[in-house]
């Protein structure tokens, strides 16, 4: 008998199924959200570039930032340049840096004590356990 080699439990393999699910999902819970943050910036993105052409901006497709890219490309928009940049530029940061800052003030808050106003007072056993009394 090898006492050496230990046999996988019923509650190990539970516990390495449970966490090889629990990584997947976090993993596809990522997935959808850099996709739905991509889509919303190129969403953003074709936004802002329809008012800076003084177009309905509600009227922006998914695509219309992509094919005034290719126009510009192509030649059919020869100072559109900027606009693109900018448009593509604003889209990002909105799409992807108000959800950072949103959440970065989020964990700022979080339960942190601050230096300011929180101060007590040491009970009595805390100044003997000090050597101060």
Avoid at 5 to 15: D, L
Avoid at 37 to 50: E, Q, R
Wanted: hydrophobic share 50%; proline share 2%.
């Amino acid at each position: 008998m090898n006492t050496n080699h230990r046999s996988v439990t019923h509650v190990e393999a539970a516990g390495t199924v449970a966490h090889h699910a629990r990584t997947a999902l976090v993993t596809l819970v990522i997935l959808v959200v850099v996709t739905g943050a991509l889509v919303a910036s190129l969403w953003l993105a074709s936004f802002f570039l329809y008012a800076s052409l003084r177009l309905n901006p509600f009227h922006a497709e998914l695509w219309g930032w992509r094919d005034a890219l290719l126009a510009w490309h192509d030649g059919r928009m020869p100072h559109g340049g900027r606009r693109l940049a900018g448009a593509a530029l604003l889209g990002l940061l909105v799409a992807v840096g108000g959800p950072l800052m949103g959440l970065y003030t989020l964990w700022e808050h979080s339960g942190r004590r601050r230096l300011y106003g929180s101060a007590r007072f040491a009970s009595e056993a805390e100044i003997r356990a000090a050597g101060l009394l």
